[in-house]
């Protein structure tokens, strides 16, 4: 059962010559054929190349050339993430025949530190949502229940990771999109600091709040990941000019004497009773290994919900108007120019990127733009005073990752109650600090994932915590059954 394995578990066997990277590779694309009918994680899947780049490894391998930190290692990107040569479609009819001429940084990353890509994973369309309920192709299952939703934008790529389609994927996190299906589908994911890792090449959605990173298995493999990802990067000007630590080096170390705060604001009524439990539970085993944990009040939290959808949807109108069908993208024939526009955005668009779009051109407005943009601007910045103020006399904030746990699918039909999805999470993007959701416990059977905040570009201290945490909690290392089988679309 090699698709199994962890990312630190398969490093090791492929060290010592146990495994070769051909033959892990087949074991994830076996499991894939087996499996993603029923999950659908992936949107394309690169299984030739896949091998071929397999084979290259092992060459190199028996040569003993360096082949790099994660050599022979599956890897499944979201399909937001440019890759040359494969098709790059953001769930989108839109972009449903794109393929990229280069690569975004992070798989160009991960491709020279020999990560082998296996496939493209499904999520919202242009990665708006919180269900995979809105690409434009089918909606990802969660690997624990196949009845209820991975969660999203993300979801394809969680789904995989739990499912054992993959050993560790990337995502893209806007407003929760990592951590929300990490809870949803009990694995970890990371949402770096702001400039940590780069986004040159990830198509945009909002552009100050777009963050990539990795979903694992668990944290040590979370902290590898980051390893190769995480630096400056010239082609992205947001990109932070500050070297990044081994994070590795930070598990293990005991936590004894960290100060975690507690905000009341997300242990509310709108928090289902299962995962309020399970993360006090989690709060406990911190206390245990020496952590002082205390209540403390984030007091504009109500408002970062609501100022987050005004600034992602007027930088997703900004973003999206590239989107014409003149140089890339859906073109459709029309008898006139007005009309062509009209046709390739009405038609190469799905309903929910439309409303974000008209949203957001609404709030940029001439008339609107004071009321509601520069409100929501000031809202964040009070948000992000809040966690200043916090993290004076914090090390950490711990909180739920998602306010509940996975929901059936289709039986959300409310936006506003989809967008609610977010609450846990947003805050987090709209202070640009680093964030981890992992696995704290079950609800009626689902999992439940407690969500760890940081100071900026205090990475290594949330994984610090998160792995002391992950190895004394007493979880189960239990693993979703995936019932029904059957092929996948191949490239």
């Keep these: 059962m090699l698709e199994q394995l962890t990312v630190a578990a398969a490093l090791e066997k492929l060290a010592n010559r146990e495994i070769s990277a051909r033959e892990l590779t087949?074991?994830?694309?076996?499991?894939?054929?087996?499996?993603?009918?029923?999950?659908?994680?992936?949107?394309?899947?690169?299984?030739?190349?896949?091998?071929?780049?397999?084979?290259?490894?092992?060459?190199?391998?028996?040569?003993?050339?360096?082949?790099?930190?994660?050599?022979?290692?599956?890897?499944?990107?979201?399909?937001?993430?440019?890759?040359?040569?494969?098709?790059?479609?953001?769930?989108?009819?839109?972009?449903?025949?794109?393929?990229?001429?280069?690569?975004?940084?992070?798989?160009?990353?991960?491709?020279?530190?020999?990560?082998?890509?296996?496939?493209?994973?499904?999520?919202?369309e242009f990665a708006m949502g919180s269900s995979t309920e809105s690409s434009a192709f089918f909606t990802s299952r969660n690997p624990w229940d196949l009845t209820r939703v991975p969660g999203g934008s993300s979801g394809g790529s969680a789904a995989a990771v739990a499912a054992d389609e993959t050993l560790f994927s990337l995502g893209t996190d806007t407003g929760g999109s990592i951590r929300q299906p990490a809870a949803f589908c009990g694995i970890v994911g990371l949402k770096p600091t702001y400039g940590r890792v780069s986004r040159f090449g990830v198509v945009a959605l909002a552009s100050s709040l777009d963050h990539v990173g990795p979903l694992t298995k668990d944290v040590r493999d979370c902290a590898l990941i980051m390893n190769v990802i995480a630096g400056h990067d010239k082609n992205d000007s947001t990109s932070a000019e500050l070297a990044a630590p081994d994070y590795t080096s930070f598990l293990g170390r005991e936590i004894k004497g960290l100060r975690i705060g507690v905000p009341v604001e997300y242990f509310n009524a709108d928090i289902e009773d299962g995962v309020k439990k399970a993360v006090r539970k989690a709060i406990d085993v911190f206390v245990s290994l020496g952590a002082e944990a205390e209540e403390i009040s984030l007091p504009h939290t109500q408002y970062a919900l609501p100022a987050f959808y005004i600034l992602a949807a007027a930088e997703a109108s900004s973003n999206l108007a590239r989107y014409d069908g003149v140089q890339y993208g859906l073109h459709m024939a029309a008898a006139n120019l007005d009309d062509f526009y009209k046709k390739n955005r009405s038609e190469g668009f799905?309903?929910?990127?439309?409303?974000?779009?008209?949203?957001?051109?609404?709030?940029?407005?001439?008339?609107?733009?004071?009321?509601?943009?520069?409100?929501?601007?000031?809202?964040?910045?009070?948000?992000?005073?809040?966690?200043?103020?916090?993290?004076?006399?914090?090390?950490?904030?711990?909180?739920?990752?998602?306010?509940?746990?996975?929901?059936?699918?289709?039986?959300?039909?409310?936006?506003?109650?989809?967008?609610?999805?977010?609450?846990?999470?947003?805050?987090?993007?709209?202070?640009?600090?680093?964030?981890?959701?992992?696995?704290?416990?079950?609800?009626?059977?689902?999992?439940?994932?407690?969500?760890?905040?940081?100071?900026?570009?205090?990475?290594?201290?949330?994984?610090?915590?998160?792995?002391?945490?992950?190895?004394?909690?007493?979880?189960?290392?239990?693993?979703?059954?995936?019932?029904?089988?059957?092929?996948?679309?191949?490239?």
């Design 350 to 491: 799905g309903s929910e990127v439309k409303r974000r779009i008209i949203f957001g051109t609404y709030i940029l407005s001439s008339g609107n733009y004071d009321h509601y943009y520069l409100k929501a601007m000031k809202v964040r910045t009070l948000v992000k005073e809040d966690f200043e103020r916090a993290f004076a006399g914090y090390d950490l904030i711990l909180t739920p990752a998602a306010p509940t746990t996975a929901f059936k699918a289709g039986s959300v039909e409310d936006r506003l109650q989809m967008y609610f999805n977010d609450s846990c999470t947003v805050a987090a993007n709209l202070a640009g600090l680093p964030a981890i959701s992992l696995p704290c416990g079950f609800a009626d059977g689902l999992p439940v994932g407690l969500q760890l905040i940081g100071k900026p570009f205090a990475e290594g201290t949330v994984l610090q915590a998160a792995y002391a945490y992950e190895q004394n909690s007493g979880l189960p290392k239990s693993k979703p059954a995936v019932k029904e089988a059957g092929g996948a679309l191949h490239e």
């Design 26 to 124: 087949e074991a994830v694309l076996t499991r894939i054929d087996d499996v993603d009918k029923s999950v659908r994680a992936y949107i394309t899947v690169t299984g030739e190349r896949a091998l071929q780049a397999a084979e290259k490894i092992d060459e190199k391998r028996a040569k003993g050339e360096n082949t790099g930190p994660l050599a022979g290692v599956p890897v499944a990107l979201k399909d937001n993430i440019c890759t040359g040569g494969v098709l790059t479609s953001c769930a989108s009819k839109m972009l449903a025949n794109f393929i990229p001429p280069y690569d975004a940084t992070v798989a160009l990353l991960l491709q020279e530190a020999g990560a082998i890509l296996v496939g493209k994973t499904n999520l919202d």
